[in-house]
C-alpha cells in the first residue's frame, strides 16, 4: 500500500553545467510529492499525513522554500534535487511499517522526475 502527500514550494536556480536558457538564474513553483510505502499501524494507518507533512517541512520546505537552490544544491536539476530530498527524508520517515517509497520533484506542470533511491554511483555531481 502506498501513502501519497502533495507539497510545493517556490525557488530559484540556475543550472551551471548546462548550456541553455536555463543556466541563467530563474525560478519555479515545484510540486514536491512523497510517498511512502508500507502496511497500516495499529491505527490503522501507514503514518499520519500531520506528521507526514511535519517532517517534509521540518527537512526540506524550509530549506527550500523560497531560497536559491544552488546554495543548497551544487547543479540543482530537478534529478539532483529529488536526490538531495531523498537523503533528507529517508531516515526520518522510515518505521517499523513503512519506508520512502519515491519522490517526485515537478519543476513545471509537465515536466518532472521520479526517484527512488537508486544507486546512482559514478553521476557527477
Known sequence: MFLIKEFKFDAAHNLVSYKGKCEKLHGHTYRLVVVLEGVPDREEMIMDFLELKEIVNEKV??????????????????????????????????????????????ETETSGVIYRGENLEGRSK
Open 61 to 106: 520546505l524550509k530549506k527550500l522554500d523560497h531560497s536559491y537552490i544552488n546554495d543548497i544544491v551544487k547543479q540543482p536539476s530537478a534529478e539532483n534535487i529529488a536526490v538531495w530530498v531523498w537523503q533528507q527524508l529517508e531516515e526520518g520517515v522510515r518505521r517499523e511499517n513503512c519506508r520512502l517509497y519515491e519522490v517526485q520533484v515537478w
